[in-house]
């Protein structure tokens, strides 16, 4: 396809577990960025890449999340030790370079803690 | 703090009239403002966006008018469809930033 595509579409975990949610941008864009969105709220901003490096984690609510993208393209954010606050749909976002570009989104991951 | 507002939490208009979506900001360093459509259960769509040294942008059925004075930007979609039916999310980019700032955004219904 020629989104974005997350895995898996929807979570659910039990409080203290560990979750990896899996993104894979459009082909070829440089830039890729993580969102978080509560129920009834605007996505928020969690953490951007330009190709493998982190440039700005500004948003990660505390150290049990983590993301990386190794080499360049797939993305992995990583939550540690999950707490009831953290479910939410979390949305991943590439767009081709730094200019005047949109972001295009996937359709995010459900995460529900228990 | 909330640097960019959607007051408006719904908006109902009828099929055929025009929708006017609001949204104001209060970080004048934001400099390329973004507006996305979201069906539930699927992720933001982009719509159109505008860049702070225009205050007209027009694509097909969507214009966006931003007023940097006043720090407001708007979404006029003319004529409204059943299709259009939606949350309308803004957002907006700081000049030198990368990340997006988002409103609370707007639940639109188009009534036929």
């Known amino acids: 396809g020629a989104g974005v595509s997350q895995s898996p579409r929807y979570k659910v975990a039990k409080r203290g577990q560990d979750v990896a949610l899996r993104c894979d941008p459009i082909?070829?864009?440089?830039?890729l960025f993580w969102y978080q969105q509560a129920l009834g709220q605007g996505p928020e901003f969690l953490t951007y890449?330009?190709?493998?490096?982190?440039?700005?984690k500004s948003g990660l609510p505390s150290d049990r999340f983590f993301a990386e993208r190794p080499e360049g393209s797939v993305s992995t954010l990583k939550i540690q030790r999950t707490q009831q606050e953290d479910s939410a749909v979390y949305l991943c976002?590439?767009?081709?370079?730094?200019?005047?570009?949109?972001?295009?989104f996937g359709d995010g991951t459900r995460l529900s803690i228990l | 703090d909330q640097q960019v507002k959607q007051n408006s939490p719904s908006l109902s208009v009828q099929e055929g009239r025009i929708s006017i979506l609001n949204c104001d900001y209060t970080?004048?360093?934001?400099?390329?403002f973004l507006w996305y459509k979201k069906y539930p259960a699927e992720g933001p769509t982009f719509l159109i966006s505008?860049?702070?040294?225009?205050d007209k942008n027009e694509d097909g059925r969507f214009t966006v008018f931003l007023n940097k004075s006043a720090k407001h930007l708007s979404l006029h979609i003319v004529p409204s469809q059943p299709g259009d039916s939606a949350v309308y999310f803004c957002?907006?980019?700081?000049?030198?930033?990368?990340?997006?700032?988002f409103g609370q955004g707007t639940r639109l219904t188009i009534n036929p």
């Open positions: 976002a590439s767009s081709p370079d730094r200019g005047n570009q949109p972001q295009h």
């Open positions: 970080n004048s360093m934001f400099d390329y």
């Open positions: 505008i860049s702070s040294i225009k």
């Open positions: 957002a907006a980019r700081r000049k030198g930033a990368q990340k997006l700032v």
């Open positions: 082909s070829g864009h440089v830039s």
């Open positions: 890449f330009q190709n493998e490096a982190q440039l700005d």
